[in-house]
């Protein structure tokens, strides 16, 4: 993700940055930027898409850009009864425990940016146990969705890039 900001690293720390292959091919879906005329239709929209990812116990991580945006959308996940985890540097103390779980079937998980650093997302949950990891392979894996662009391409990027880790199945959108 720093290749975004080669200019930036090389300004500012003096440090070259070089592209490694990944471990495994990257197999996720990333699907087109979806675009709405009003605030309101966007999160009808992504309410929407949760709702089917939920039919399929498929787990949701969705990034938001402010806490506030991630409050006025954990009101609307509530209002249509989508139980989730609010990750919002309100509850930093447990964090990492909540982002461990986010790979859960049919967990739903909001984080502003900085939210879960340094704590992977395994599917199927932090057990490891093969018979979850396979429910939620089956289900597409971890589905990301960011609910808008970052002012930095590499946070975007990195958003994207918890879902489908290790030629693991997932998918993204951001809207």
């Given at each position: ?74 009101q609307k996940l509530s209002q249509n009864n989508l139980k989730h985890n609010v990750l919002n540097a309100k509850k930093y103390k447990e964090e990492a425990e909540i982002v461990k779980e986010a790979g859960r079937a049919g967990k739903i998980t909001i984080a502003t940016n900085m939210a879960g ?59």
């Open positions: 993700t720093a290749k975004a900001s080669r200019e930036e690293f090389e300004k500012i720390y003096c440090t070259d940055v070089i592209s490694i292959k990944t471990n495994k091919k990257t197999i996720r879906k990333d699907k087109k930027d979806r675009v709405f005329a009003t605030e309101e239709a966007k999160y009808e929209a992504i309410i929407e898409e949760v709702k089917e990812s939920q039919k399929k116990k498929q787990p949701v991580l969705i990034g938001t850009t402010s806490i506030e945006k991630s409050e006025r959308l954990s650093r340094g704590t992977n997302i395994l599917l199927g949950g932090a057990s490891g146990n093969f018979k979850d990891h396979k429910k939620v392979a089956n289900a597409g894996g971890l589905k990301v969705i960011g609910t808008e662009k970052n002012d930095s391409r590499r946070v975007d990027e990195q958003l994207r890039g918890r879902s489908g880790r290790q030629g693991e199945v997932g998918e993204s959108v951001f809207y």
